[in-house]
C-alpha cells in the first residue's frame, strides 16, 4: 500500500489509497473450489474501492468474511474501507450534511469498525507491516494520536525501512503539540496507563510484561498463542497465564 490522504484535522493517513488483491499462485491448489465466492467477492470488493463506491465494497468484504472468517486479506480491506468513508465524512461540509443528509454509521463509528478489523488483522499477523499501518490511521481518525504514535513506533521495529511508516511518523510530528494534547485530554487519565492497547478498553486483570507494558490478561495470552513476543515492542516474553501474577 501507498500514498496518503488528507482528513479534516490536517493529518495525512497513509497507506489506504488501495487495497491488497489474492495472488492466486500464494492461495494453493484447493483454493478456487472452496473459496471461489469469497474470491468473487473479494474482487468486487476491491473494484468498487477503487471506484469509490465504499459501501458496496464493505457489503462484499463482509460477505467474503461471513464465508472464510478470519481472513487477513479481508479484514485488512474493509478496514481501509471503513475508514474512506469515514474521512469522506470528515471532509463532508456542514453545509452539505444539512442539504443532503447522508443515513447510515457516523464517522466515529466508521473509524471504530475499521480499528476493530485492523486488531483483528494484528492478532492474525503481528509481524505484518498493514496491520501496524491500518491500526493507527484508524487510531488517528479516532484522535487517539498517542495510541498511533506508539503503534507506529511498533510498526518499525517490525520494519524500519517502512516508507509509509516512516512518513506517519512525520505527519505526526509536524502536528501541533497543542493539538494532539488538546484531543488526548478527555482521555488523558486512563490512555496512558489505564488503556489495553490491544482491545483499547480499561485494563481487566491487567498484567505487566518484563519489558514495561501492560495488557488485559486475556489479550495478552490470546496474541501469545501465535508469538511469545511483546505486542508493542517485540520484545521475547518468557511467561505463561500459570506463572504471570495479576497486577
Known sequence: MSGE?????????????????????????????????????????????????FEEAINNYTRASNMKPGDPIILGNRSAAYMRISLFLKHRSPTASEYRPLSGLDMTTLAELALKDAEKLMSLQ?????????????????????????????????????NILQASLRN?????????????????????????????????????????????????FQTMDRSNKCPLCRTVLFISPRTCAIR
Open 172 to 220: 505526526l510530528e509536524r502536528m501541533p503539540s497543542s493539538l494532539i494534547r488538546t484531543r488526548g485530554h478527555d482521555r488523558l487519565e486512563r490512555t496512558d496507563d489505564f488503556d489495553c492497547t490491544l482491545c483499547l478498553k480499561l485494563l481487566y486483570e491487567p498484567i505487566t510484561t518484563p519489558c514495561g507494558h501492560s495488557f488485559c490478561r486475556s489479550c495478552l
Open 5 to 53: 490522504t488528507a482528513s479534516s484535522s490536517g493529518i495525512i493517513l497513509e497507506g489506504i489509497d488501495d487495497v491488497e488483491d489474492y495472488v492466486w499462485a500464494n492461495e494453493g491448489v484447493g483454493f478456487w473450489d472452496r473459496y471461489r465466492h469469497v474470491y468473487d467477492h473479494v474482487e468486487n470488493g476491491n473494484q468498487a474501492f477503487r471506484e469509490n463506491r
Open 126 to 162: 503481528n509481524d505484518a507491516v498493514r496491520s501496524y499501518i491500518l491500526k493507527a490511521n484508524a487510531l488517528i481518525l479516532l484522535e487517539r494520536y498517542e495510541m498511533a504514535r506508539d503503534i507506529i513506533l511498533s510498526g518499525l521495529q517490525v520494519d524500519p525501512s517502512s
